[in-house]
């Protein structure tokens, strides 16, 4: 069955569901890495993708902006000039209740007789203001990754900002 729309799951405004132990099966987050490319280098410039509203934001989206980004730093820095960093972690659980559509869809359905619903996926609950990407380079490589973070946001359900948070003054224009 397909997924349902990011609007579904985005608001903030229900109470968190991350208990996994009361749950029977939660489904594993598609994000593979959260650290990516040379983890043993400190590098001078630091950027940083911040969300611009309160959200949730499901697992394979982040899967998919991780994949976008890291594909286009990979190629432009090579394996060790970068580190990809991604700073959330799905926790939230997202429930869905299964309706049945169709023709005799009402002889079969429950309704909303015990709709709490089963695990789909998860989520990260991201604040206004939070970081959920940072890319650590050398100055030379400041446009790439911020053409990274820019590819990472397209992903995203919500708006971003992209922020330098260390090594401003070594950026030449």
Not at 79 to 88: D, K, Q, S
Request: net charge positive; charged share 30%; proline share 4%.
């Amino acid at each position: 069955m397909a997924l349902r729309p990011a609007r579904c799951y985005r608001t903030t405004e229900r109470r968190s569901y991350t208990r996994k132990e009361y749950v029977r099966a939660v489904p594993q987050p598609k994000v593979v890495h959260y650290v990516m490319g040379n983890s043993s280098v400190e590098f001078p410039v630091e950027v940083q993708l911040v969300s611009k509203s309160d959200i949730l934001i499901r697992h394979n989206a982040l899967e998919s902006s991780r994949i976008a980004g890291n594909k286009y730093i990979m190629g432009e820095c090579g394996r060790t000039g970068y580190l990809f960093n991604i700073r959330v972690y799905p926790h939230e659980i997202l429930r869905e209740n299964k309706m049945a559509a169709g023709a005799g869809a009402d002889r079969i359905s429950d309704g909303m007789r015990l709709s709490f619903g089963k695990a789909v996926g998860t989520a990260a609950k991201v604040k206004k203001g939070q970081e959920i990407i940072t890319i650590g380079v050398n100055p030379e490589r400041f446009y790439a990754a911020k053409e990274a973070l820019r590819r990472c946001s397209m992903k995203l359900p919500t708006a971003c900002k992209i922020v330098v948070t260390k090594g401003k003054e070594l950026i030449k224009d």
